[in-house]
């Protein structure tokens, strides 16, 4: 079992950064694939990026490529979203997931979810 605890949301202006945190308990985070996803009001949860168990590898939606960044710290139990250059249409609540599915875009490959966090982008 891992609990997966979303952090760092909130109100930016466009053009603005946020750096999202997810902190999980459990020892066997480093075994786990992580993956972010939004969701805003009226619309179907959607995949933001993924990072592999090592973070070796990521990818990320079209949407995103070039201004998200994921990035993880086994050590500290932590994935990591840094987003640059956000747009009014970034607005959602970000969740942060864990799975054991090499960079799954699908939520349906991951087993474990935190609550998640509200990121409210302003024009």
């Known amino acids: 079992q891992v609990q997966l605890v979303e952090s760092g949301g909130g109100l930016v202006q466009a053009g603005g950064s946020l750096r999202l945190s997810c902190a999980a308990s459990g020892r066997t985070f480093s075994i786990y694939n992580m993956g972010w996803f939004r969701q805003a009001p009226g619309k179907e949860r959607e995949f933001v990026g993924a990072?592999?168990?090592?973070?070796?590898?990521?990818s990320y939606a079209e949407s995103v490529k070039g201004r998200f960044t994921i990035s993880r710290d086994n050590a500290k139990n932590t994935v990591y979203l840094q987003m640059n250059i956000l747009k009014p249409e970034d607005t959602a609540v970000y969740y942060c997931?864990?799975?054991?599915?090499?960079?799954?875009?699908?939520?349906?490959?991951?087993?474990?979810w935190g609550q998640g966090t509200q990121v409210t982008v302003s024009s």
């Open positions: 990072i592999t168990w090592r973070g070796g590898s990521t």
């Open positions: 997931a864990a799975g054991l599915t090499w960079l799954g875009e699908s939520r349906y490959s991951y087993d474990f």
